[in-house]
């Protein structure tokens, strides 16, 4: 009998025969695979990230300017945001159609009026291929980040929307009692 020596090197390799490797994820790439969550988390931050800074630089634009929201500085403002709104969420859609092993041409349906809402579902809810595919390895596990920033990102968008509904039906409901009392 042997005893084990723990300071033994392994005799067998340390690969695992079948083991699945993972891409890399570039978000600003239209190569590569992206997962549901990532595509919904990655959205919802670009999202979030690109309204704050639209709110900075008009804000900005207005104090320094003194310039009305009908002037030419905050127009071309929201022009550049809008184009770069529009790179981003090409590249993040060409991602997530390479996870189901369809290609990135697919995008043209957003500009179908009912099909760009089916297709807008159709990339939130479609699983991806299992392993790898034509458009290479699929992407890595989710952490446990990506579902906070889906949890927080739906309890924020609630939030706005309450704070935007509770007070317009308060008033609704005013409007209707006084109107029902025959008050001006």
């Known amino acids: 009998m042997s005893e084990l020596n723990p300071y033994q090197s392994p005799e067998q390799p340390l690969t695992v025969e079948g083991a699945e490797e993972y891409a890399d994820i570039h978000i600003f790439s239209t190569a590569g695979r992206l997962g549901r969550l990532r595509f919904i988390a990655y959205s919802l931050i670009f999202t979030f990230v690109l309204y704050m800074l639209l709110a900075l ?13 009908d002037s030419f500085m905050p127009l071309m403002a929201v022009g550049i945001f809008s ?6 969420s090409i590249m993040l859609m060409s991602q997530r159609l390479h996870d189901a092993n369809n290609s990135a041409w697919w995008i043209l349906l957003i500009f179908v009026p009912i099909v760009s809402f089916l297709f807008t579902l ?4 479609m699983p991806g291929t299992k392993g790898a595919n034509d458009y290479g390895n699929p992407p890595p596990p989710n952490r446990t980040a990506l579902y906070l920033v889906i949890v927080l990102g739906g309890i924020v968008l609630i939030g706005i929307l309450a704070a935007i509904a ?5 008033d609704y409901m005013i409007r209707a009692q006084q109107a029902g009392m025959g008050q001006p």
């Open 122 to 125: 159709y990339l939130w809810f």
């Open 166 to 170: 509770i007070p317009a039906y308060q």
């Open 57 to 69: 630089v008009m804000g900005v634009t207005f104090s320094m300017t003194g310039a009305g929201p």
């Open 83 to 88: 184009i770069a709104a529009i790179v981003v």
